[in-house]
């Protein structure tokens, strides 16, 4: 992967809130970024045991169950804004290839196009992370070899892209991907790790922190928020293979 260096400083960042919730018995709300009330799309997400968007007047919710054993133990949800970004699901059609299946946009023509388009085997940044099963890290869409959808996400003011595999027993059933523009970053920091190490990142420096949530969530196989850093695990053959952190 490709080192990132520029992420736009400001505070309006895609992601406004996070949870992470707990699936035993109950529900349990054990950490929050943010102040919003999600316990009825988690539900949702928690019956169909599957990933889901959902648009609303102030913005989407993601939702995505996190389940290393088979079984859902952790739901994670964003509240994302939808201003010139694009939240999308990925998933292999009748075609073969890979299919647009759930997407929320803030652009209409992107969004056309989006729905239009077809990925092969490792062509795109949706076909790269689900083929590849690990995250995978646009930096610059229009300067992606790639990307198929460069010039209608320039028009559409997109600038960077974050492809994560969603798994069920080590199979990869779709790729989530986010694509923001400069005045809506991700987040105000990015890493993606491969083991101990960090093989990309926007700005965030490789700290002594990030490396120990890291670790704590290759032990704890479930994502991890810390105050406003958010630690997503990815795996491969049962373990955790790849873990990208987000700071808000």
Same mark, same amino acid.
């Given at each position: 992967?490709?080192?990132?260096? +520029? ?6 960042? !895609? ?8 699936? %035993? ?6 950490? %929050? ?6 316990l009825p799309f988690v539900q949702k997400v928690v019956s169909d045991k599957l990933p889901h968007l959902e648009r609303t007047s102030e913005g989407a919710w993601l939702g995505l169950p996190f389940a290393p054993s088979g079984k859902t133990e952790a739901v994670?949800?964003? $509240? ?18 890979? +299919? ?6 803030? &652009? ?28 995978? !890290? ?8 790639? $990307? ?40 105000? %920091? ?6 101990? &190490? ?5 700005? !965030? %420096? ?23 850093? !958010?630690?997503?695990?990815? $795996? ?5 293979? &790849? ?6």
């Amino acid at each position: 992967m490709v080192l990132a260096t +520029e992420l736009p400083k400001t505070s309006t960042t !895609l992601v406004q809130a996070v949870q992470i919730w707990s699936v %035993s018995q109950k529900l349990d709300l054990i950490s %929050s970024y943010g102040n919003v009330s999600s316990l009825p799309f988690v539900q949702k997400v928690v019956s169909d045991k599957l990933p889901h968007l959902e648009r609303t007047s102030e913005g989407a919710w993601l939702g995505l169950p996190f389940a290393p054993s088979g079984k859902t133990e952790a739901v994670v949800v964003l $509240f994302c804004k939808i201003e010139q970004v694009a939240l999308e699901l990925w998933q292999p059609g009748a075609s073969g290839k890979l +299919e647009l299946t759930q997407g929320i946009y803030g &652009n209409k023509q992107f969004e056309e196009v989006s729905h239009a388009t077809r990925f092969g085997v490792l062509e795109g940044l949706p076909s790269q992370t689900f083929d590849g099963a690990e995250p995978v !890290l646009f930096e610059t869409l229009t300067r992606q070899r790639g $990307f198929l959808r460069a010039e209608a996400a320039a028009e559409a003011g997109l600038v960077a892209g974050l492809g994560i595999p969603l798994l069920e027993h080590d199979s990869v059933t779709s790729a989530l991907v986010l694509l923001t523009s400069k005045n809506t970053p991700l987040a105000q %920091s990015l890493e993606v790790w491969q083991g101990n &190490n960090c093989a990309a990142r926007f700005e !965030l %420096s490789l700290s002594e922190p990030s490396l120990t949530l890291v670790k704590d969530v290759q032990k704890q196989r479930l994502p991890i928020l810390r105050n406003n850093v !958010l630690a997503l695990p990815s $795996f491969k053959g049962g373990k955790v293979a &790849n873990v990208v952190v987000m700071k808000f």
